[in-house]
Structure formats: structure tokens, C-alpha cells
């Protein structure tokens, strides 16, 4: 985990207080001077500056970490913001309960989760992480203590959700976990050759399947444009459930910062034609246990030093999917440009509406991939993609974000003023910064 | 059923080692904690018993209370129906300079690290001794290996700890009660908040899994990590007339 407060794409870099929260009663420890602008962090897995605060002081909840409380009748866990979706997993898979949805990483503080309102592999059912919660504490810094739920301060309980941390600090929350009978994950895996196989493949499992993505290879032109790799799964019944399982334990680290020409077209056309080409027949069914269903990238600590020191951004935009023309446009985009990565994934949002007032998602289709910082022409590329988003009237994901421009912030989120309201004035981040400028 | 005992439960180090113990004995265990904030223990205690331990009672007392001491060890032993283990974790690291203007900072210092756990592990101890078995693991220091300037008399305290934790563990030996002396090198925790972090500070987490071990395999003596073994036995072989010039 990255241990020096830096976010996960390592850019940008900047100079910060860190003070640690230990207890969930105590007030504040807040700075002298009250100018200095306050945030507060849980793992530092966002990708960009939402969870930095250059010049500012970061509270770091990593110390906020005791469950509460935990029904495993009714599966409602009361935790403190710093408990990791890892632990919660750990204590309540035995139990026969699962995360109502989950992000792509199991390595996210559940205050991070509300404060970026995650998503997952079943939003086409179950909507985003802040459809689960039924309640937390928000902290404020006049010291206010506030009860946010449905029903007690609404206002500032959508604000928090999707509020990107500046709302106050969450001292505790309490979820919805969902009934498991097992925690293996019956998954299928089949091979599309373009876009339009893609979506009439999304179309197909969106009932039958809780969970859809898919894997898309921005690398590869012509014939072989568009191809890709569909996941969909579902969790076992109880009568289909194996007798014994084995849960492999083993993880790899990244053990040191890759030099920034490792990574280049043609390292990445190389893993994308593996990768590609992973299986033979068209389609794969097999039981799988939930961390490598949900959690692949988890199996490989600290995988962002792939990037090297100068670190990467990761590109992440929902458009409405009216028409695929617009998705396609986005991707040739990328393909032409011969500066996207390896692993972009492509998923379709449903219907569920997303309960913060800044939430990312919404109906339509969200492409997400890594881009290694090559310089300027990384920022033009993405800058470009920004406009198209605009035109086609989606939005860009603010936890994946280090370099958005405010307007196109303001175009994305034209809420935004009714959400500055609910702002703490002491809290601010190195994001809310420079989009608000 | 595991019966625990935890003194100076709330330093992050016993919280550490507590959640290790509730991981490892499911459904097997049952704590007492003692420390000196009530809000805190009670934080602790549902943590726990969400963790898996079966009871968590606590006591509240401030441990610079030595009348206390027998009144409050009794109570856990009834609460538990005797000890497993007990760990002694609490400790204030205090600032050196104040300790050397004042006399008063020095003998707090003294009476917090050493003299409160001389007192404490005397009705420990004899309750064990009784028991014929059980396991003393105390939360020392590698300042108490050698006396530097930087914190001399914390580290006198440590230093005065070890020897009483040798004596105790020469005494208890026939009666099969192990005494396990914790050393524990930079650790990131609110005590040390205020120092500058380096490549040799470890987390609470991997120190309380240490001691766990260290318990398991009934060592007399552990490093936490393992390399400040070496540190420390660099350190207290430069000779003296070398050390003295040293800036430590």
C-alpha cells in the first residue's frame, strides 16, 4: 500500500501535513492558523488529486479502523471510515455475506468509497456503493457532530456521497451487505471481435448476469478494432456449491519503480495480443473464487510502480449509450494517438440512480484506461477526449482525475454550485482547487 | 477458552495485538482490558467482539494509581477465571530535556515505565505462580540497551524494566510461567507522532504479529523487527570511551 500519502497515479506531486486520526470521539486535531486548508485520506487509492492537499493538512484515517457493530441475521455492518472493503470481506464472507457492490480494487477505505461513490461490476443492478448506505456520522469543523442519512440531513448526506471528502469528516458509516451462499463466483469469459458484439453481449447478460465488464483493446487498428474480452458471473446457489475450496493467499509486490520506456506500444500491443488471445474457444465457464473474479490487479501489491516515478493518469468517462458511435469515436481516438494502455475496461451503467449530488454515474456506457505520462501530448490527448465527453453530454470520474479543466468540471457537474454549499468551509483539496478556479 | 489480559490496552501497539489474538483464537476468547480511557475501551471492546472474541470486559484506571493495582488485577482474574496471558503495554516516551531540567518529569518517567509495572506484575506474578502456568509478555524498549543522551532516562527505566523482567523470569521458571521481554525498535504510533519517519519505523500491525509469535514459541527475549537484533548489538558493543563521543 502506498505508504507516503501519495495518491495511486502518483501525480501530481505535492508538499503536505500529515496529522493521523486515532479515535473516532476525539475532536479535530485542526491547524493553528485556520487558513490552512484541510482533507482527509484514507489509503490514498484514488488516482489523482482528490486526494491530495498541496500546502494543506491531511488527516489520515488509516487509525479509524474498529467495526462497530455486526448483525450477521440481517447483514448491517456499522464500522469506523478507516476500515478497509479487505477487512470487511475478510469477517464477513465466512459469514455468508458480501459487499452489496464493489469497486475493481478490494484496497479502499469504506470512507473513501462513499466520498468517491464507487461503482462496480453490478451497477446495472444494484447502483453505486452509496445505494447501500444506510447512515454515518459527519464530523464537521465547528465540531458539529451530525447524523446523515435519508431522513436526517439529507442534503448533507447527498452531499457526502460522492462529495469527494469535503463535506467532513466520516467518522463511522453503516452499509447493507448482501446474502452470499458461497463465496465462489460462477464466471464466463467470452471473446467479442468489435464494439458492436460488445454491446449486443451487454444487452444479453445485463438480466440473466449480476455481474458485466469487459476488457477492450485500445491498441489494435483495423480488423482487429474494437475486440475484446467479456466477463459476466454470477455468485453460486446454495445447491451448486462445491464441498471444499481452495483460497490461494499469494501475492506478488512490485518490488521497485519500472524505468519510463518499459512500458511502450509495442510492450503493451504485445500484452494486449496475449491477453487477447488468453483462450482458445470463444467462450469459458469456470467457478472462481471472488478475489481474482473481482480483484485481479490486487493479486500484484503496489502495481502502480509499473508506471515508473512520474506516474500515470487513468482516464475514466461515462457516455450516455444512445448512440455507440460516440464510444467508438473515443476509442479510435486512443488507438490513433498509440498512448492508451494495456487493460481499458468498458462497462454499461443502468438505470439506478446515483444518490450524491457529484455521483459519476449514470445510464449510459464508461470506458476506463491508464494512460503513462509521456509529457504534453498525454495532457492534449486527454484535453481532446475531455471535449468529445462534453459534446456527447457525459462526464469524466473526478477519483480517477488529476487534470480535468474547471470548465469542463462546471460542463460535467453543472450541480456543482448547490453541492459548494454543503462544503466545509475549512475542508478543500488539491482537486476542488483547481477545478473550482 | 483463551484468557487474555491487556494493560495499556489502548496503545496501538496492544490494539494491534489484540486484533492478532481475536484473528487467531475465533470464538476462543475472552479479554480484559485495562486503560485509562473509558471511551476508548469501549470502542475497543465492540471492535473486538465483532473480531470474534466471546467477552471484552475493561477496567478504567490510570495506571500512575498503584493502590489500585491488586484491587484491579484481582477483578480480571475473576472476570476471566484466570490468565492465559498477560500483556503489559503502556508507557509514555518522555520528552528527555524536560526530564533532565526537572527531577519531577524524570521520576514521572521512572514511575510510569518501570516502577507501575514492578507493581503490577507482583500480584501477576503470584497469581500465576499459584496457576503454574502462564505467560508475562511486557512491552520494553531497545532504548533500555544501552544509556545515549537522546533519551537516557526513558531509557534508564526500560533499562531497570529487563533486568526486573530477567529476575522475574529466573523466579517463574519452575513454576512454567514464561516471561517474554518485548523490544521493540521505532514504531509508527501516536506516541512517536511527532518524530520524523525513516526506513527502519515499522507499522503496529507487523510488531503485533511478532508478539504473537514470540508468545507462541515462548521465546524469553524478542527484537521487533527482527533487525534491530543486529542494531542493538552494534550499539552495545562500541566501547565506551568511543560511545561517549557518539552523537546518539
Not at chain 1, 488516482?47 to 487509525?63: E, M, P, T, W
Not at chain 1, 469524466?396 to 448547490?418: G, I, L
Not at chain 2, 527502519?200 to 524478542?222: C, D, M, T
Amino acid at each position: 500500500m502506498a505508504d507516503n500519502y501519495e495518491s495511486w497515479g502518483r501525480f501530481p506531486k505535492v508538499s503536505q501535513r500529515i496529522i493521523p486520526l486515532s479515535w473516532r470521539h476525539e475532536p479535530l486535531p485542526l491547524p493553528d492558523d485556520a487558513a490552512i486548508p484541510i482533507l482527509v485520506q484514507g489509503v490514498g487509492r484514488s488516482y489523482g488529486d482528490v486526494c491530495l492537499n498541496d500546502g494543506g493538512v491531511i488527516f489520515s484515517a488509516r487509525g479509524l479502523n474498529r467495526y462497530i457493530h455486526f448483525d450477521a441475521e440481517t447483514g448491517r455492518l456499522c464500522c469506523e471510515a478507516g476500515v478497509t472493503l479487505a477487512d470487511i470481506l475478510t469477517l464477513c464472507v465466512p459469514q455468508g455475506w458480501f459487499l452489496s457492490t464493489t469497486p475493481g480494487t478490494k484496497f479502499v477505505t469504506i470512507g473513501g468509497a462513499i466520498a468517491n461513490d464507487v461503482h462496480g461490476k453490478n451497477h446495472h443492478r444494484a447502483g453505486t456503493f452509496g445505494n447501500h448506505v444506510v447512515q454515518f456520522e459527519l464530523l464537521r469543523s465547528n465540531g458539529e457532530r451530525l447524523l446523515c442519512s435519508s431522513d436526517s440531513n439529507p442534503q448533507l448526506f447527498a452531499a457526502t456521497l460522492g462529495g469527494l471528502g469535503l463535506t467532513g469528516l466520516i467518522t463511522w458509516a453503516e452499509i447493507q451487505l448482501k446474502p452470499i451462499a458461497h463465496r465462489a463466483i460462477q464466471a464466463e469469459t467470452i471473446q467479442f471481435y468489435d464494439l458492436e458484439e460488445f454491446f449486443t453481449l451487454s444487452v444479453e447478460s445485463d438480466a440473466p448476469y449480476e455481474y458485466t465488464m469487459a476488457w477492450v483493446d485500445c491498441n489494435s487498428q483495423g480488423r482487429s478494432f474494437g475486440r475484446g474480452i467479456f466477463f459476466r458471473g454470477n455468485h453460486i446457489a446454495a445447491e451448486d456449491a462445491p464441498k471444499t475450496w481452495k483460497v490461494s493467499k499469494r501475492t506478488l509486490t512490485m518490488p521497485m519503480d519500472l524505468p519510463g520506456f518499459a512500458l511502450n506500444r509495442h510492450s503493451v500491443a504485445a500484452f494486449n495480443f496475449l491477453f487477447y488471445h488468453q483462450q482458445s474457444q470463444k467462450s469459458v465457464t469456470k467457478l472462481v473464487d471472488y478475489n481474482p473474479f473481482f480483484y485481479p490487479l490486487d493479486a500484484v501489491l503496489r502495481w502502480n510502480r509499473l508506471y515508473g516515478k512520474q506516474g500515470f493518469l487513468q482516464y475514466q468517462c461515462v457516455v450516455p449509450y444512445t448512440d455507440h458511435r460516440i464510444i467508438a469515436a473515443i476509442i479510435q481516438k486512443i488507438v490513433d494517438s498509440g498512448m492508451g494502455s494495456f487493460l481499458a475496461v468498458l462497462k454499461t451503467f443502468g438505470q439506478v440512480a446515483s444518490p450524491g449530488m457529484l455521483s459519476f454515474p449514470k445510464a449510459g456506457v464508461t470506458l476506463a484506461l491508464d494512460f503513462p505520462i509521456k509529457g504534453a501530448q498525454t495532457f492534449e490527448l486527454l484535453e481532446y477526449l475531455d471535449d468529445m465527453v462534453v459534446e456527447a453530454n457525459g462526464r469524466v470520474y473526478p477519483c480517477k482525475d488529476a487534470r480535468m479543466s474547471p470548465k469542463n468540471f462546471k460542463h460535467y457537474y453543472p450541480q456543482w454550485e448547490t453541492f459548494a454549499q454543503q462544503v466545509d468551509p475549512s475542508f478543500s483539496s488539491s482537486f476542488w482547487r483547481r477545478v473550482t478556479r | 477458552m483463551y484468557k487474555l489480559l491487556i494493560i495499556g490496552a489502548t496503545s496501538a501497539i496492544a490494539q494491534a495485538t489484540a486484533k492478532v489474538f481475536a484473528e487467531r483464537h475465533p470464538k476462543d476468547l475472552a479479554l480484559f482490558l485495562v486503560a485509562r480511557d473509558g471511551q476508548k475501551l469501549e470502542a475497543m471492546a465492540a471492535d473486538l467482539k465483532v473480531r470474534g472474541a466471546i467477552t471484552v470486559d475493561f477496567a478504567v484506571l490510570d495506571l500512575n494509581d498503584f493502590e489500585q493495582h491488586q484491587s484491579v488485577i484481582q477483578q480480571a482474574v475473576q472476570k476471566l477465571g484466570g490468565l492465559d496471558t498477560v500483556l503489559i503495554a503502556h508507557g509514555t516516551l518522555d520528552d528527555q530535556q524536560a526530564c533532565e531540567q526537572d527531577y519531577q518529569h524524570a521520576e514521572q518517567c521512572l514511575r510510569t515505565n518501570f516502577l507501575s509495572v514492578v507493581s503490577l506484575l507482583t500480584p501477576i506474578a503470584n497469581e500465576m505462580e499459584k496457576q503454574h502456568y502462564g505467560c508475562i509478555a511486557v512491552i520494553s524498549s531497545v532504548a533500555g540497551d544501552r544509556g545515549r543522551q537522546s533519551n537516557y532516562i526513558y531509557g534508564a527505566a526500560k533499562g531497570a524494566l529487563n533486568t526486573f523482567l530477567q529476575g522475574l523470569r529466573n523466579r517463574l521458571h519452575r513454576s512454567h510461567v514464561h516471561v517474554l521481554t518485548v523490544k521493540p525498535g521505532f514504531v509508527d504510533t501516536p506516541m512517536t507522532a511527532h518524530l520524523k519517519k525513516g526506513a527502519l519505523w515499522a507499522q503496529p500491525e507487523s510488531v503485533a504479529v511478532g508478539i504473537y509469535q514470540a508468545i507462541q514459541k515462548r521465546k524469553n527475549e524478542v527484537y521487533l523487527p527482527w533487525f534491530w537484533y543486529g542494531i542493538m548489538t552494534v550499539v552495545k558493543n562500541i566501547p565506551e570511551p568511543i560511545f561517549k563521543r557518539l552523537k546518539m
